[in-house]
């Protein structure tokens, strides 16, 4: 049964489409990524590249036609958070309008569907208690805003028309192959092999969920593949919040002579630059019903970052 995963050439799309294939699925990209993806597939069949658009519908159906496409991942990424405000009329489009370009393809096709989604949903919580799925959204930008949307008619396709839709909502993700603006884990992993001192005026108590694509990837799959379900939407991350301070500390066990140098508390700049603080994923769900159990530590995934820097990168 071939899958089609959309986006796939972004950093949890390529990751997920490894992850399928090591499964066994015949995987079809539909990404408008124009370069070459061999090396990407090291000891994995190369999967078909299809460029296209995910607002395209008529070529997103002629391609489900063409490939006998079963299932989907919707993992396309138009715009990052923080360009959605200089552009909100395309970010919508690229969001809303082609999440809604999706669902309606898995409902003429019949087609199985993971979408993902962000825990930006539920927006700052200065509490910091775990977040849960049933919590109330409360997406404060517009890039959590546009998901929160997204998430929202995901499951009434589900209700009204039955589509089998889950919906994914990750948290602060980090891996090889990132592109575009690198998540502060792997800046300071770059920076501190560069011999940059890192210094920031406060921050040492900001903490996120940091997850690392491998774990993001698996819990995609296993919403993809795992029937029955009782619920349509699940928090995949680490579920447990890693201060800037530990990061750091992390940094610099594993680069030697690596220096960063963090004041206290919260970061005010960080919490403009879109890395707002709340609490963890609750993850309870996802563990009952999928089956999904992080396997990476904050430690664990900077270390596999960091091998994958220093041998691979340069080989690409």
Known sequence: MSILIIGGMGL??????RRFLRAGYPVIIYDPYD??????????????H????????????????????RGAVHAALGYRAADCANDPFASFSAEVQGTFKVLEAARVKNLRLVCVSTQAVYGPRDDLRPVKEDDRLNPVGLYPCWKAMCDLVCINYHLVFGVDVVITRLSWVY???????R????????NSLAGVVIEMADGAEHQNDWTYVEDASEGIFLAYSVRPIEHRIFNISQGKNVTFQELAQTVMDLVPGARIKLGS??????????????????????RKELGFEPHFTIQKGAAELLSWIKTKEPLL
């Open 175 to 181: 891996g090889p192959h990132r592109r575009g603006t």
């Open 50 to 69: 299809i460029r296209g658009d995910v607002n395209d519908f008529d070529h997103l159906l002629e391609v489900v036609d063409r490939h006998g496409i």
């Open 35 to 48: 370069g070459d993806i061999g090396d990407l597939f090291e000891g994995l069949p190369v999967p078909v």
């Open 12 to 17: 949890v799309g390529l990751h997920t489409t």
């Open 183 to 190: 998540p502060i884990v792997e800046q300071w992993l770059r």
């Open 265 to 286: 508390g919260r970061s005010v700049s960080m919490t403009k630059a879109s890395v707002p603080m709340r609490g963890p994923g609750d993850i309870t769900r996802a």
